[in-house]
């Protein structure tokens, strides 16, 4: 938990990573979905190294715990994801820099909901 100008954040950053092993992936969103789930109402942002193209079904589970994609639409991510629940997006901006998404910078800029 963060203290954002007296207001509480929950930050959770991953590097769930091993491409091979479905179980292993699986247990890694499982627990993470749970993380998200115990903020309750408070706002999350959600940092990190999905394995998984956006729709996939690790990406489904993080979005069923009420996550938003900030970049729903960039369909050719495999790895990397900005994640926030109970926050307004304000910008996003993705700099590809390879064939593979795990080499490219992304950041995004948010408010509070009021």
């Not at 627990?31 to 079904?57: C, F, I, K, N, Q």
């Not at 050719?76 to 997006?89: A, E, H, N, P, T």
């Amino acid at each position: 938990m963060l203290d954002v100008n007296g207001k509480e954040l929950g930050l959770i950053t991953v590097h769930f990573g091993n491409d091979r092993d479905k179980l292993d992936r699986y247990l890694q969103v499982e627990a993470t979905r749970d993380l998200v789930s115990a903020h309750g109402d408070r706002p999350v942002l959600w940092l990190g190294y999905l394995v998984d193209y956006p729709g996939g079904e690790n990406y489904k589970k993080m979005i069923s715990a009420g996550l938003v994609d900030s970049a729903p639409n960039e369909m050719r991510r495999w790895c990397l994801y900005i994640f926030s629940k109970g926050l307004v997006q304000e910008s996003f901006r993705r700099i590809d820099t390879g064939d593979v998404s795990d080499t490219e910078i992304q950041t995004a800029t948010f408010d509070f909901k009021k």
